[in-house]
């Protein structure tokens, strides 16, 4: 299942991500404002408990989280989402997850990997700017399954069917949330029209 976030101001913010003469700051912001939309979207159907909370003029009836968010990003693009996660969720757990894509097999090779511990409650929210072939995310999470994390969510800036199509077929009880369905991807297994590469734009290393 997958969810294209199409509003206005994601839209908005998105041709100035894909513009090639978004320099380094403004493009980290914009990636933060648009994470900010998707997670919006990707938790609202979140859990939640009742609670009474004692207002200065009576009691009223409200609702607390009830299941514990655990933050994944993909490194290293997926640190470029983190802090804006972590603004809308400032108690959530972090873990990391390195990989990279070996450019002569486009197949993930993992190198790096330290998650919290796994709750019953757990909602681990897998974030990377990219999902190109779908290869990494699906390593991602079976990862995190194999962790004991139950609840996977994936959120991604710009997708395209083919990797939709790959996270789909192995974790079908993933939810995705993206902010483009892009064309397709080109015989170097780049997004097309995408935004070029996430990771070089985000920290200013091309």
């Known amino acids: 299942m997958y ?3 199409k509003h206005p101001l994601v839209q908005h913010k998105l041709s100035l991500v894909r513009d090639k003469d ?43 989280v009830e299941s514990e968010i ?16 972590t603004d809308l969720v400032p108690n959530a757990r972090i873990g990391f997850l390195g990989m990279y894509r070996d450019h002569a097999t486009s197949k ?4 790096y990997s330290k998650l919290p511990e796994a709750k019953d409650d757990s909602v ?6 990219m999902l190109a072939t779908g290869g990494s995310s699906v390593a991602a999470i079976t990862h995190i399954k194999e962790q004991g994390f139950k609840n996977v969510i994936l959120i991604c800036i710009v997708s395209c ?18 902010a483009s369905i ?12 995408g935004l070029g590469d996430a990771g070089d734009r985000l920290f200013g290393t091309k």
Request: aromatic share 6%; hydrophobic share 40%.
């Open 22 to 64: 978004t320099g380094s700051k403004l493009f980290r912001e914009l990636i933060g404002e648009i994470s900010k939309f998707l997670a919006y979207e990707a938790l609202r159907e979140i859990p939640v408990k009742p609670v009474d909370v004692e207002t200065p003029l009576e009691t009223a009836k409200c609702h607390h």
């Open 3 to 5: 969810t294209e976030v």
């Open 70 to 85: 655990v933050l994944v990003p993909i490194l290293r693009a997926g640190i470029g989402m983190l802090d804006a996660l």
């Open 161 to 178: 069917p083919e990797g939709i199509a790959t996270v789909e077929s192995a974790h079908p009880d993933v939810p995705i949330y993206t």
């Open 124 to 129: 681990a929210i897998v974030i990377d700017p």
């Open 182 to 193: 892009d064309r397709c991807l080109n015989s170097h297994n780049y997004i097309l029209p």
């Open 108 to 111: 993930p090779v993992e190198y």
